[in-house]
């Protein structure tokens, strides 16, 4: 199989994913709660009516407000530097996705694509010759399709292992990558539709 041509493979989707920006987010926020706390506290001070007159209490006032706003802003900093240590902040990340989800996603992709007229009859006839010159004896080609982008191709497997196997050989000559869009089990066979994708291009597994 050519360089180009690969399997794109998801990783699992990992718990932790984003805790390190929930932690910087939650230390922001108990540090704007303060502030807010200390503001909220001058203005009902300068509110009552009956409060003794202190000289000197309003810049005493102020110095703490800032010293909070500058402790505030160092924790912030401090926080940010101990999850970044490159320095360059990075906006929290999605959760990730599962890999049924971007199955579905390509399936749907693939449904709701137009045929190129120009590329699709030409990429079958081709993906159609790869795959009959590695088809293990048992197996059979149910469905092929190519679209603008996508080809999918639908097979049935009936002997153990064989769909890994053809997997990694079966597809010998296809310049795109490949994409298990689906994978059941029945009755002793393995029905598998892969997409192959057109060269230069990827399956759409994860939202743009």
């Known amino acids: 199989m050519r360089p180009r041509s ?3 493979i998801i990783a699992a989707s990992v718990a932790a994913l984003g805790w390190g920006y929930t932690h910087i987010r939650d230390d ?3 540090s704007r709660r303060e502030i807010e706390r200390l503001n909220t ?31 505030a802003r160092e924790q912030t900093l401090a926080t940010l530097a101990e999850h970044d240590p490159g320095g360059e902040a ?5 959760p ?16 709701a694509e137009a045929v ?25 080609l149910d469905r092929l399709a190519c679209r603008s982008s996508m080809c999918e ?12 196997d053809f997997l990694r050989t079966g597809f010998q000559g296809w310049p795109g990558s490949l994409f298990v869009a689906e994978e059941k089990q029945e009755r002793g066979e393995v029905a598998i539709t892969i997409i192959a994708a057109r060269e230069g291009t990827e399956p759409p597994i994860a939202p743009r």
């Open 116 to 140: 190129d007229a120009s590329w699709g009859p030409g990429a079958e006839r081709t993906l159609e010759r790869i795959v009959r010159a590695h088809l293990p004896s048992g197996s059979r």
């Open 153 to 164: 191709v639908q097979l049935t497997h009936t002997a153990p292992g064989t769909q890994a």
């Open 6 to 8: 690969r399997i794109l």
């Open 28 to 30: 922001q926020a108990h």
């Open 41 to 71: 506290a001058l203005a009902q001070l300068q509110q009552r009516p009956d409060r003794p007159a202190i000289a000197g209490e309003r810049p005493a006032i102020d110095r703490a407000v800032r010293a909070a706003r500058a402790e």
């Open 96 to 111: 990730a996705i599962t890999f049924e989800e971007s199955q579905e996603r390509v399936r749907s992709a693939f449904a």
């Open 90 to 94: 990075q906006a929290p990340r999605a």
